[in-house]
């Protein structure tokens, strides 16, 4: 099977969406697919990419950390008809998502979209960030399912979500891979010798981008509250990001920051490394769609200590493999962290994550997508517009250019309908009970 996959963020970006898509490429080719990844051209990209075809890209927006692909699709034509794809993967719902659609409509193929990311999480990197900003954003992948023959999400609370939202209702769930194998040894004493960490200290660990969205400020009052209760304990944070200094200035203020130890991002073996110098996993973040980093830390054998969200609820079992707390209590996340720091608390529940990291094997859920892949192939038929030229082509483009008008005026039309929901009076009929709007005098 040929397939092309379309991503707004890729190597050398370090991120849950960009290490799911080369985890990805790399077991369906492995299993004999050919995959090709349309991606923006980065900073630092890795050099002979044969199976990459990138676009020019405008670098980290507004200050994030991703990219934004400014796509030409003149010059994807020639590549695309060379690789002669048999389904289209997106992997976003705008930007290169929207090229990703016209190309499906252009040649006739079977378009797949995976909703990895909660976008209205991420609105405060767009100026004018709003309330109807985070709308638009949700809006946005909903009606985008819509264009779609079939999705994918990463978890089933996710499904639950995006079927309750009125997407499309053609989901698959099918998480993000990894590669349990990797993770399983490391050099555990690597990263304390470096960082000066005592052996046999009990390290509370975490991994990911220090981002806003990521909750990050009360994981550090957790963990401090934690570390004030156990002396010999240490913070050890993976990763880079703009909530570093804001986290360090907290740690200060708790009067632990001698014993939190930041590392920058880490990829390859030091990266699996810095997990195993970890004896229990911090995670905090509402925004995720399954939690990558929770899997990994897992296949570590890290019990896991979060909060109840979607995304990360099908991963821990409280009490089994880790802790699962109702919502945001720093007091009661201290706690469980300094249980954990008794053996016998933590032997069962070490093991028992690692064979709930197992379930999410990368080469298992390559086979999930492989099956999404089918059946969207099954639902049309063996006609593609590749085999076209001339006046025929052309008419599949406009085609496709009316189907992207048509998914917008939808979208604007679902936008204007929820802030009129948000904003009529309540004299207004259908107003819902209890909104405090006065009628007119």
Not at 29 to 54: S, Y
Not at 188 to 194: T, V, Y
Not at 382 to 394: F, I, K, L, Q, V
Request: glycine fraction near 8%; proline fraction near 5%.
């Amino acid at each position: 099977m040929n397939v092309l996959m379309f991503t707004n963020t890729y190597a050398p970006i370090v991120g849950g969406v960009s290490e799911s898509v080369q985890r990805l490429k790399a077991q369906l080719q492995l299993a004999g697919h050919e995959v090709l990844i349309v991606a923006p051209r980065l900073e630092g990209q890795p050099l002979g990419e044969d199976d990459v075809v990138r676009v020019v890209a405008m670098q980290h927006f507004n200050g994030s950390d991703f990219s934004l692909p400014v796509p030409i699709p003149g010059q994807l034509i020639e590549a695309v008809e060379a690789f002669d794809p048999d389904v289209v993967h997106s992997h976003h719902p705008f930007l290169l998502g929207d090229t990703a659609a016209r190309v499906a409509d252009t040649y006739g193929l079977p378009l797949v979209f995976t909703h990895h990311t909660l976008y209205e999480h991420y609105t405060h990197y767009v100026p004018g960030d709003s309330p109807l900003m985070q709308r638009f954003a949700k809006a946005l992948a909903t009606e985008y399912s819509h264009m779609c023959d079939e999705v994918i999400a990463p978890s089933a609370s996710i499904r639950d979500m995006l079927i309750e939202r009125g997407a499309n209702a053609s989901i698959s769930v099918v998480p993000s891979g990894v590669d349990v194998a990797r993770f399983a040894t490391g050099n555990a004493q690597a990263w304390r010798e470096r960082l000066g960490i005592p052996k046999g200290s009990y390290v509370i660990g975490h991994l990911g981008r220090l981002a806003r969205e990521k909750n990050l400020l009360f994981l550090t009052e957790s963990v401090g509250r934690a570390l004030r209760r156990l002396p010999e304990a240490h913070f050890l944070v993976v990763g880079s990001g703009d909530a570093r200094e804001a986290m360090q200035n907290l740690a200060e203020e708790l009067g632990i920051a001698e014993r939190v130890h930041f590392t920058g991002s880490l990829q390859g073996p030091t990266l699996v490394d810095a997990y195993h110098a970890m004896d229990v996993f911090a995670f905090a973040s509402h925004s995720e769609t399954q939690g990558m980093v929770i899997a990994e830390a897992m296949a570590t054998g890290l019990p896991v200590v979060a909060v109840d969200a979607p995304g990360v609820r099908e991963m821990i079992i409280d009490e089994r493999n880790g802790r699962l707390l109702a919502r945001d209590d720093a007091e009661a996340m201290a706690q469980a962290l300094v249980e954990l720091s008794d053996t016998e608390r933590h032997r069962p529940m070490a093991a028992a994550a690692r064979r709930m990291a197992e379930a999410v094997d990368e080469a298992r859920c390559a086979e999930g997508c492989l099956a999404v892949y089918r059946r969207a192939i099954a639902k049309g038929g063996p006609y593609t517009h590749a085999d076209e030229g001339g006046w025929d082509r052309m008419r599949a483009r406009l085609g496709a250019e009316w189907r992207m008008l048509r998914h917008r005026g939808r979208l604007l039309k679902h936008l204007v309908q929820e802030e009129w929901d948000q904003e009529r009076p309540s004299w207004w009929p259908g107003r819902r009970e209890g909104e405090s709007e006065l009628p007119p005098k």
